[in-house]
């Protein structure tokens, strides 16, 4: 558990043995972002060693990570949770068996959520290019329409439930400027690539540049900056799902990471909150997809490496993957058939011989 800075102090002034040691250590290891707050705040990240430390020992994890995860429907299962988060309520079946004509507002909003992520994966999210993604997002959807404007919404929006206002985002005027200072940070190489990435996540969610599906947008680019900067697996881990299954954790650290905190001569935000608890998210799902029950077996994995060598329009028959195997057309059928079970593959069977096709939708590198 990562205590704020304001717990701390609590402990301080209570005399609780080893706060002043904690709150010092917290305050002395800290590093100032280049990012500012909505009001002209300084954005620091606090205990920056322990931070390291554990973004380390998952980069260990993740290098341990099979290529492959066979779990059904990856992309759908994240997206299906990143929409059931901001409020939508249908099932991954139903989602399934509808995808190409969603029949509600909250299977589309997982469609859209697919369609977005796809998209982020194959194309680098860049300032010419993030409406396109956010219009796949909230394609049909859309709330708040009178404030779509041309880039960046051109209104205010805000967060909360009811008419209980959680948070204030920027205003509309604000945004070009501090959306060019989120992609510029968003671009700087080097190390820290974890950190980076969930600090970019809590500054787009603060922003609130849109005026509308921010949160699955996010998600969506947090996901897509760590796999164009390397984490390759990130299309077979399905993060918001991790998310979801720990959300009051995910909205307290966002609350906690926004709290103003008065410094001696100015005022300053500590994201740590939210960085530590997406660290824990990426290390609960890191665990999950090594322990998953659904991996693929060496002979499966052959047979997705040849058809992916083939590219996504692959298809294969049961004869050609017996050859490629070397075993019985009925021991290549069962591989075949496991492959579809778990999402990686479709089959045609409306006529002899049973056409296996890669899965369009699910990803398979």
Known sequence: MWDTIQKLEYRVRANIEGAQQELNMRLTDRMELPLLGL???????????????????????????????????????????????????????????????????DDRMVVNTIMGSNYAYNHPITE??????????????????????????????????????IHVPAQAEQLPELMTQWFAYREVGGSDLLIRSFVAHFYFVYLHPFCDGNGRAARILNASQLYHSGYRKMKNLPLSSA?????????????????????????????????????????????????????LTEAESKLLEQMNKAGIHAEITTKKAAGILQRSENGARTVLNSLVKKGYLTVETNKAPYIYRLHQHIPHK
């Open 39 to 105: 009001n002209g705040e300084k954005l620091y990240l606090t205990g920056l060693a322990a931070l390291r430390k554990k973004a380390m020992e998952l980069d260990a994890l993740y290098e341990q990570l099979p290529a492959h995860r066979g779990v059904k429907d990856t992309i759908l299962l994240d997206a299906w949770s990143s929409a059931t988060i901001e409020g939508a309520r249908t099932t991954v079946q139903r989602v399934r068996d509808h995808f190409e004509n969603p029949k509600t507002k």
């Open 128 to 165: 010419n290019n993030i409406r396109r993604l956010w219009e796949k997002i909230v394609d049909g959807v859309c709330e708040n329409e009178e404030h779509r404007g041309k880039l960046y919404r051109d209104g205010m929006v805000y967060v909360g439930s009811g008419e209980r206002v």
């Open 243 to 295: 998310i979801n299954n720990q959300l009051s954790g995910y909205y307290g650290s966002l609350a906690d990471s926004e709290t103003v905190l008065n410094g001696i001569d100015d005022r300053w935000l500590d994201l740590s909150p939210f960085v530590s608890y997406m660290l824990d998210a990426f290390e609960r799902c890191l665990i999950d997809a090594a322990l998953s029950v659904n991996a």
